[in-house]
């Protein structure tokens, strides 16, 4: 059960296309990303009423930057770089790099089967979202790659460093999302300048982004995470875009191919294969500093293979 509540928060990253281009205003996806991210860590902070501590504010800032605030601006870098879902494809390697990271710093020793449910995965999640002529850049290909190292780090370290006693994934969401957005708050000054006057649909989306789509997905993401290997959650992120697939056909009335529903149905079937495999204990495994699976105390960190970002109608993966 723990592990279908926590595949609800890719599964409504997957939406994050849809509102983007029919709600928000174009050509401010650092506002898009500053406006989902901050308003909705305030909130929780709100709810919960509580700041870190000690050594936490380091980690907590560190998290936020790793899963926020530079994942949104290089995914949108690479997105805007490399059109034909190529950035898609890009995030889908999130899975094999948190496997390697679990390695490293958890000294977990990887299966196999789940490192190559993880090769099968970036496939079909290719033919979900690629398109003949796709072309390549430099740039893109790396911010590609650093968004989805940066969403793997942070999710390997919040395995490793667990949470507070006293700190439930509630809070934990509400200080990842809140320094997140704080770091993006330069950058879209800075390079987007002062933002545009809105209209009511342009409040419209950004409140959903904001509350549904990022204060309770995360929750839900960060809640799952706490009690999940970082492997096994490191799959779900390739619902997003299935579920974007999904939602272009029946909201936007996007054609599919029959390419495209065979890469949703390998891209599936890799996510519950990946996920049931990485989540079986290897020989060897041992647990990481911080981290308590027993008890569900160590906070995962949400590994979006999210890719939500605001791109060109032909790519297909948000988060």
Do not use: C
């Not at 929780?44 to 994942?71: D, H, M, Q, Y």
């Not at 601006?73 to 496997?99: D, E, M, N, W």
């Not at 949400?302 to 939500?308: A, D, F, M, Q, Y």
């Amino acid at each position: 059960m723990r592990l279908l509540l926590t595949a609800l928060a890719p599964l409504a990253w997957g939406s994050t296309y849809a509102v983007t281009t029919q709600l928000l205003p174009a050509d401010r996806p650092l506002l898009a990303g500053m406006l989902r991210a901050l308003p909705a860590g305030l909130l929780l902070l709100l709810l919960t009423r509580k700041l870190p501590s000690g050594s936490w504010w380091g980690k907590a800032f560190v998290l936020g930057v790793l899963n926020i605030g530079a994942f949104f601006p290089l995914l949108f870098l690479a997105a805007y770089r490399l059109p034909g879902g190529v950035a898609a494809v890009l995030g889908s390697v999130q899975p094999l790099i948190v496997i390697g990271l679990s390695v490293v710093l958890l000294h977990q020793r990887p299966l196999l089967r789940a490192l190559a449910a993880g090769v099968v995965g970036v496939l079909g999640v290719a033919l979900v979202v690629l398109r003949p002529g796709a072309s390549f850049d430099a740039v893109g290909l790396a911010a590609g790659l650093a968004g989805a190292a940066a969403m793997a780090a942070g999710t390997v370290l919040s395995k490793r460093w667990g949470r507070p006693d006293d700190v439930n994934a509630l809070t934990m969401t509400a200080w990842q999302l809140t320094a997140g957005g704080l770091v993006i708050v330069p950058l879209a000054l800075l390079i987007e300048g002062a933002p545009p006057a809105l209209s009511p649909t342009n409040l419209a989306g950004y409140a959903y982004l904001a509350t549904v789509n990022t204060a309770v997905a995360y929750w839900l993401w960060f809640r799952g995470l706490a009690s999940l290997p970082a492997s096994s959650a490191g799959f779900l992120g390739l619902l997003s875009p299935v579920a974007a697939m999904v939602i272009g056909w029946a909201v936007l009335g996007q054609a599919l191919t029959p390419v495209q529903v065979v890469g949703a149905v390998v891209a599936l079937g890799a996510t519950i294969a990946g996920a049931l495999l990485a989540s079986r204990p290897a020989v060897g495994t041992r647990p990481a500093a911080g981290a308590d699976a027993g008890t569900g105390d160590g906070a995962g960190s949400r590994i979006r293979v999210e890719s939500w970002t605001k791109i060109r109608p032909r790519t297909l993966i948000q988060r």
